[in-house]
C-alpha cells in the first residue's frame, strides 16, 4: 500500500467520524430542549435548520464510510483453466507478495516496486521507480524486466495477458 492510501485513510477515518457524530449530535439537538438553551438562542429558533444539516452530515459520513469500504475491499485477478467451467481467484496481495519477493531478490538495486493495480479488464500495471540512468540503460533494464517479470507470473499463476509498467523516476 502506498504511503499516499494511508494518509488518505487516516484522513478520511477522522472526517467521517467528525462528520456522523457531528450529524448524530444535529438530529439528536431538536429533542434535547436544555442543550439547545445553553448553545445558543440561534439553535433553538432554527431547529428545522440544525436538523437538515444533521441529515445532510449523516450522508455525507456515510458516503465517506462506503468510499473507505471500497477503498479496502480484496481485489482478485481471475485466472482462466482449461475447462471452460473452471475459473480460479487469485488474491493481490499474493500477487503482491511474489512481484515483493521478485524485486528483493533480484532488483534491489536497479528499480523499486512501488505499487500494483489490477485494472477492471484484468490487466495488471506495476508501477516502478527507477533511479536516474541513460535512456539507453533504461531500456535495456525495461526488457530484462519485462521478460523476467512475464515469465514470473506466467510460471507461478498462470498470468499470460499484457501487463503494465508505470515507471516514475
Not at 10 to 28: D, Q, W
Not at 57 to 78: E, P, S
Not at 90 to 118: A, T
Request: glycine fraction near 6%; charged fraction near 20%.
Amino acid at each position: 500500500m502506498r504511503y499516499t492510501h494511508e494518509l488518505f485513510s487516516a484522513i478520511l477515518f477522522f472526517v467521517m467520524a467528525t462528520l456522523i457524530l457531528g450529524g448524530a449530535f444535529c438530529v439528536a439537538l431538536p429533542w434535547a430542549h436544555s442543550l439547545q438553551f445553553a448553545i445558543a438562542d440561534f439553535i433553538i429558533s432554527r431547529s428545522d435548520a440544525v436538523f437538515s444539516l444533521g441529515i445532510g452530515l449523516l450522508g455525507t459520513g456515510l458516503l465517506c464510510l462506503v468510499g473507505f469500504y471500497c477503498m479496502y475491499r480484496k481485489r482478485y485477478y481471475r485466472v482462466k483453466m482449461d475447462s471452460p467451467s473452471s475459473v480460479t481467484v487469485i488474491d493481490m496481495l499474493l500477487l503482491r507478495d511474489l512481484l515483493d519477493r521478485y524485486w528483493r531478490e533480484h532488483q534491489s538495486q536497479n528499480c523499486r516496486l512501488s505499487d500494483l493495480f489490477l485494472h477492471a479488464d484484468q490487466k495488471l500495471e506495476l508501477i516502478v521507480e527507477i533511479p536516474e540512468m541513460p535512456l539507453d540503460a533504461q531500456e535495456v533494464l525495461l526488457e530484462k524486466l519485462e521478460q523476467e517479470v512475464g515469465r514470473l507470473l506466467a510460471r507461478q499463476i498462470g498470468y499470460q495477458s499484457q501487463f503494465f509498467f508505470t515507471i516514475v523516476s
